[in-house]
């Protein structure tokens, strides 16, 4: 499928303001900045499987499109929430669980690259990812 592949995280794009409006630190935030993150995914029809795999974690998830699952952020805030394709884009919407505010993300490919996009509490971010 279109997704899949390994893809390493080459820029960011106003991710240190979507971090503070989450409620990350500063420290945490500086760090988040230059994770190295890189995603493997694995599409077979519905289901995901996703390795992430940064400076400090690595974490696998599997999920189908329309099914709820729970997922907990490096900064350790747990979501519960679903993916489901819009198109060509993965559109994920999660409830924090500590306060019940909603985080989006979409991913796309934008010219090759995967452009994942956040929105939370009316500030955008993006992180984008060339095939490594």
């Known amino acids: 499928m279109a997704f899949n592949g390994t893809w390493k995280v080459d820029r960011n794009e106003d991710y240190d303001k979507f971090m503070e409006k989450m409620g990350i630190n500063v420290v945490k935030r500086k760090?988040?900045?230059?994770?190295?993150?890189?995603?493997?995914?694995?599409?077979?029809?519905d289901k995901f499987n996703i390795k992430e795999s940064s400076t400090f974690r690595t974490k696998?998830?599997?999920?189908?499109?329309?099914?709820?699952?729970?997922?907990s952020m490096a900064d350790g805030t747990e979501l519960t929430g679903t993916w489901v394709m819009e198109g060509?884009?993965?559109?994920?919407?999660?409830?924090?669980?500590?306060?019940s505010k909603i985080l989006t993300t979409t991913r796309s490919l934008v010219g090759g690259?995967?452009?994942?996009?956040?929105?939370?509490?009316?500030?955008?971010?993006?992180?984008?990812?060339?095939?490594a």
Do not use: P, W
């Open 88 to 99: 060509e884009t993965l559109k994920g919407t999660f409830s924090r669980k500590d306060n």
């Open 31 to 45: 760090l988040a900045e230059h994770d190295n993150l890189k995603l493997i995914i694995e599409q077979t029809g």
């Open 60 to 71: 696998d998830i599997t999920f189908t499109l329309g099914e709820q699952f729970e997922y």
């Open 113 to 131: 690259e995967l452009v994942q996009c956040y929105n939370y509490e009316g500030i955008d971010a993006k992180r984008i990812f060339k095939k």
